[in-house]
């Protein structure tokens, strides 16, 4: 680029502060090299013997709105540099979070429990829907997962008690050959759990601590615990029903067809 000498006059003052791009502080350098009359100016505004032509009234507005621009264009860019690093921050942390979750999942503390009480925690349970109410359960997971194996069709019901409680009945959950898989919540280790079913028989049925150790699932964990909910896919494992969502004539039928 070439300048001419009223437009290196102009950028003088701004090349001092340098406020000057790099394009027009190179393409200035390079007249002041070849200029004499302009260098020499150059020389005397830097020793402070004139004031920069650029201070009269016709060209200091001009002059000041570029400043501004040059000064806004920075503090946008400072702006943008923080924001990516704060984003930046944020997605560390809770990748950092998530890693540990998973690795919190993988390696649960595994207690030494009362005979005849099955602990999930260590491994799942493998029984036929005619033998699931034999055991008793232990989590520490607050959850206890049931899955139906098996393709053919079925339709029935999981229901939970608490063992400790008087045999107190807390979930009832439904299942089909859709949604295979049910998984009770909120449950406590200090408690233990009975599960019965209604409407499987003949099935084989895998009782687990609904652990999941996947990335997804800790990330979504972590993600809860921060207040950040945000649409992740949710596998049928969460559609264990409440006894209050089951039609009271239903609920009904199905606890008298399973105290007997
Ligand atoms: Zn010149």
């Known amino acids: 680029m070439k300048l001419n000498c009223s437009i ?3 950028l003088l003052p701004l090349y001092l502060e340098e406020l ?4 027009s502080k190179s393409a200035l350098e390079e007249h002041l090299r070849e200029c004499h009359s302009c260098s020499e100016k150059f020389a ?3 020793n402070g013997q004139i004031i920069p032509h650029t201070e009269t009234s016709e060209t200091k507005p001009l002059i000041q709105d570029y400043a501004k621009k040059v ?8 702006i943008s540099i923080a924001f990516i690093c704060l984003l930046a921050i ?3 942390t809770i990748l950092g979070l998530t890693l540990l979750d998973m690795r919190r999942a993988a390696n649960p503390p595994i207690y030494e429990l009362e005979d005849g009480v099955y602990n999930l925690t260590s491994a799942a349970l493998e029984s036929t829907a005619e033998e699931l109410e034999q055991y008793v359960f232990y989590t520490n997971t607050a959850k206890i997962s049931v899955k139906v194996d098996g393709n053919r069709h079925f339709q029935g019901t ?9 045999g107190s009945f807390i979930q009832i959950c439904e299942v089909d050959e859709k949604t295979s898989t049910c998984t009770f919540t909120g449950l406590s280790a200090s408690r233990r759990y009975m599960i019965t079913c209604d409407g499987l028989a003949g099935a084989n049925i895998a009782v687990s601590d609904g652990q999941d150790n996947s990335f997804l699932n800790s990330l979504s964990n972590v993600l809860n615990e921060l207040g950040l909910y945000i649409l992740l896919p ?6 264990a029903l409440n006894a209050s969502n089951v039609p009271l004539s239903r609920l009904s039928r199905i606890l008298a067809a399973s105290s007997l």
């Open 44 to 46: 005397r505004m830097k």
């Open 90 to 92: 944020c997605a560390l």
């Open 8 to 10: 290196v006059e102009d």
């Open 71 to 78: 000064r806004h264009h920075r503090i946008c860019a400072g």
């Open 20 to 23: 000057c791009s790099e394009e």
């Open 234 to 239: 949710k596998t049928s494992e969460y559609l």
């Open 158 to 166: 999981f229901m939970l008690w608490d063992k400790e409680n008087s």
